[in-house]
């Protein structure tokens, strides 16, 4: 079985790297979620705030190099 990916360059350059780093998108919501996870089971802790999340979010992407 194959697929095969189409662009019509450079209109659709922005969706030709979505494609491309969909497995980077996927491994930060994965990570995030065992961070948030760790956090609940080993830290009890039951609330994280919303500027917490937004620094994981952005290191993680930042990592990826999803974010410059």
Do not use: C, H
Not at 16 to 23: N, P, S
Not at 39 to 62: F, L, N
Request: charged letters at 35%; aromatic letters at 8%.
């Amino acid at each position: 079985m194959r697929a095969i990916l189409e662009f019509d360059l450079p209109d659709e350059e922005s969706n030709l790297q979505l494609a491309v780093d969909g497995y980077k998108w996927k491994s930060v919501i994965e990570e995030i979620d065992q961070i948030l996870r760790n956090k609940a089971k080993y830290e009890e802790q039951e609330t994280i705030s919303i500027d917490e999340i937004r620094t994981i979010i952005t290191d993680k992407m930042t990592y990826w190099g999803l974010k410059e």
